[in-house]
């Protein structure tokens, strides 16, 4: 079957509460085109609105993670200028939306990084929670060395996973790491063997399923804003969640299951 015939991203239920988004072009290393991002954001689309779905695993396929996007003929990318510049702009507009998309999730997103994942495949890694990484998987940002920019969301979320100066350091530069350096700068948040990246991801997951989940959503979203907001805000915005989560019975539930040293039992209500 051909690359045109494949899904380009394969959206699954593989557990309970836990769904996986995998990009699917392991013959171009998971380089994204506008068909990939509008696949990608159906499955991200579909995962909001299911309330049985707890967590979101987000993953490639092959020897690579997202390589960027697709700047190929085979990827429509003709001779002419006028075409090309065209073809950018719907190629930044699409990856915008979906990190946007990610970014804008109140539930968790893992990712897994199984292989190499720079330019705006770095940028979808960075749009998640946490980055399970494979030991083999390579990070960073190669957009200078054709003159063009970190244009997929990279200039925001870079110098925030990593600091400024690493981040300018490693853009400036074309800089690409190895899995070992890749976590010491502060881009994965674990690495793990090639062969356990499927079972730790899962594994991290399944306790994200069994966490509160109405605590869960309320943590990323107070912390989420957090990063562009002052104290008080954020102060306010931990004042809002608690007249939320308090009440529920998830809350009610952690606090039974405390007083009688049992593991709680949580319902997301």
Not at 213 to 240: C, H, W, Y
Request: include cysteine; charge should be negative; charged fraction near 25%.
């Amino acid at each position: 079957m051909s690359d045109a015939d494949e899904p380009h991203a394969i959206f699954e239920t593989i557990g309970k509460g836990i769904a996986r988004l995998r990009i699917n072009r392991p013959d171009r290393l998971g380089a994204y085109t506008p068909r990939m991002c509008a696949e990608m954001l159906d499955g991200i689309r579909r995962f909001r609105l299911d309330d049985a779905l707890r967590v979101l695993i987000l993953t490639g396929s092959g020897r690579g993670f997202c390589a960027g996007g697709d700047v190929s003929p085979d990827a429509g990318f003709a001779d002419d200028l006028t075409k090309q510049v065209g073809r950018a702009r719907e190629l930044r507009e699409d990856s915008h939306a979906v990190i946007t998309a990610l970014t804008k999730l109140d539930k968790p997103v893992l990712c897994a990084v199984n292989g190499i994942a720079v330019n705006g495949g770095l940028a979808f890694a960075l749009a998640c929670d946490l980055r399970i990484v494979a030991e083999s998987a390579r990070l960073g940002d190669t957009s200078g060395r054709a003159g063009l920019l970190p244009d997929e969301g990279g200039a925001w979320l870079f110098p925030r996973a990593m600091g400024y100066d690493r981040a300018f350091r490693m853009v400036a530069l074309s800089e690409i790491y190895d899995s070992a350096t890749a976590s010491t700068l502060g881009l994965a948040t674990e690495v793990v063997p090639d062969a356990e990246l499927e079972s730790r991801s899962i594994e991290l997951a399944e306790r994200f399923v069994a966490a509160a989940p109405l605590a869960v959503r309320a943590v990323k979203t107070m912390m989420r804003r957090g990063l562009e907001s002052t104290l008080d805000s954020s102060l306010g915005d931990a004042q809002q969640a608690v007249l939320w989560v308090g009440p529920s019975d998830d809350a009610q539930e952690g606090k039974a299951a405390f007083l009688e040293r049992r593991a709680p039992k949580f319902t997301g209500h």
